[in-house]
């Protein structure tokens, strides 16, 4: 997994880089066929949000690509916040390809006749 992080108007120190690392290594767990992914992070300006940090997300599968955001008073913290929203569509999207290889299967039975309605027949 390639892991691009930027930073707009935020330092992109190596602590901030260790930490992003490790917490993303768990969506790589879950969709081992991550290909890279894309952080930026940026502080707000706006007074009133208190140098709010926003992090975006760019995941991208073969075949498929997932975005989050997440806001947060630290980088952490948004991190957090993150980690899970992309987690939580990976998860989804295994859970839809599952229920669809899956529940095709039952299409192919035959239905079954009931006893009650194989005697009614004279």
Known sequence: MDLILKGRGVRVTDPVRRTASHKLAKLERLAP?????????????????????????????PRRTFRAHAEGPDVEVALDLLVERLERQVRDARGK?????????????SPRISPEGAGTAE
Do not use: C, F, Q, Y
């Not at 390809?97 to 039975?109: A, E, F, Q, T």
């Open 33 to 61: 066929g991550v290909v890279r992914v894309e952080v930026t992070l940026s502080s707000e300006r706006n007074p009133r949000l208190n140098g709010t940090k926003r992090i975006d997300a760019h995941m991208e599968m």
């Open 97 to 109: 390809r599952r229920n669809r290889i899956l529940g095709g299967g039952n299409r192919l039975k």
